[in-house]
């Protein structure tokens, strides 16, 4: 995993325009446009 933004799957509600991220290397959470060009993580249910 690279350590960059990667986005949430959650909105920002005061904003629909926008949805949370997260940055892997300081653990910062942010939230931008939704336009933006941020990484995606697929995860899935362990079992």
Do not use: C
């Amino acid at each position: 995993m690279q350590s960059n933004d990667y986005w949430s799957g959650t909105e920002y509600a005061p904003n629909s325009n926008n949805a949370w991220n997260f940055n892997t290397n300081d653990g910062n959470q942010n939230n931008d446009d939704k336009n933006n060009s941020l990484y995606a993580l697929a995860v899935r249910p362990g079992g």
